[in-house]
């Protein structure tokens, strides 16, 4: 049985992946197989905060999208396809449509519109995944989204089934894209726990408000951590009864954190004064798992 944990938060730099990878980290020590999947496609950087790359399993390429090809042997240049061409993409030539590809959006309404069927789809790489061994042992599978490549949702839902394949038993831990967005959807949708990280300041809560929405309308549990929690302790009480959502833990600033990210290392694996906390707040976290 696989057990998928999604960290995530409404808005970025409240220290999802500090959670994500101390998670991580925990889950592997404790004997259990894991596999930690980066989901901030454009912006990987899980990997890192686990101590880098070891080993490379596999790589393929990603075909994120789609891209009309015109077989003007076929074309009867009646501009059907131009008429309905929403973003202006299609030109007219002698030959026949001549497509700007930088403003296409690649849904193919001029290959559906197309009498004489002289315009076909094909797919487009658009980034590569990759599943790879990091320093500290860890399995981490992520992609690599080419700039402008689109659909990173759908990357993202892909992401998770390759871990899905490659793991029988044991955790899937996910460390979101911020925000609220398709690859953030897509990497709550289907997850046994949301786990929510949450700064004490009016933006944090109002994203993390936003994605407990989205947790709700997918009926999947959430519950939230608070970080740097001492930096504002009088919003840390409200935000239980503010937000109806259960905060399993409360992580003080500290220096070593940001240390421990510089230094491409887990809190967890170093000798920081704050470990012992870190790990109680990741272990309830453990337990809140239906
Ligand atoms: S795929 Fe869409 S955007 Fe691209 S040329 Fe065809 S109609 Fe226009
Ligand atoms: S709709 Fe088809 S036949 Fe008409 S101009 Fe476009 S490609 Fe040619």
Not at 15 to 29: D, M, P, R, V
Not at 35 to 42: L, Q, S
Not at 69 to 78: F, L, N, R
Not at 96 to 114: H, Q, T
């Amino acid at each position: 049985m696989i057990k998928e944990i999604v960290v995530a938060s409404g808005k970025g730099g409240t220290g999802k992946t500090f959670i994500s990878s101390n998670l991580a980290y925990l889950i592997h020590s404790l004997g259990e197989n894991i596999i930690a999947v980066d989901a901030d496609v454009e912006a990987p950087d899980l990997i890192l905060a686990l101590g880098g790359e070891k080993k490379r399993f596999w790589t393929e390429d990603y075909y994120g999208s789609f891209r009309p090809v015109v077989d003007y042997s076929k074309c009867a240049k009646c501009w059907k396809c131009l008429n309905y061409c929403r973003f202006g993409a299609i030109k007219k030539s002698d030959r026949g449509p001549l497509i700007d590809y930088s403003k296409c959006e690649g849904f193919g309404v001029c290959a559906v519109v197309c009498p004489s069927k002289a315009i076909s789809l094909t797919r487009v790489k658009t980034g590569v995944i990759y599943m790879a061994e990091s320093e500290s042992g860890i399995k981490v599978i992520t992609g690599d989204l080419e700039l402008g490549g689109g659909s990173s949702g759908r990357l993202v839902y892909e992401l998770k089934q390759r871990s899905r394949k490659f793991l029988k038993e044991g955790y899937v831990v996910v460390d979101s894209a911020p925000g609220i967005g398709c690859p953030v959807i897509s990497s709550i949708s289907g997850a046994d726990l949301l786990v929510i990280a949450i700064e004490p300041t009016p933006q944090s809560i109002k994203g993390a408000c936003r994605l407990l929405e989205v947790a709700r309308s997918l009926r999947v549990k959430a519950v939230s951590v608070v970080n740097k929690y001492d930096l504002n302790p009088a919003i840390v009480d409200k935000i239980e009864s503010m937000l109806e959502v259960e905060v399993v833990g409360r992580i003080p600033y500290s220096d070593e954190v940001v240390e421990s990210y510089t230094a491409m290392t887990p809190l967890l694996a170093t000798k920081s004064s704050i470990k012992e906390t870190v790990e109680e707040v990741l272990n309830k976290i453990l337990g809140e798992v239906p």
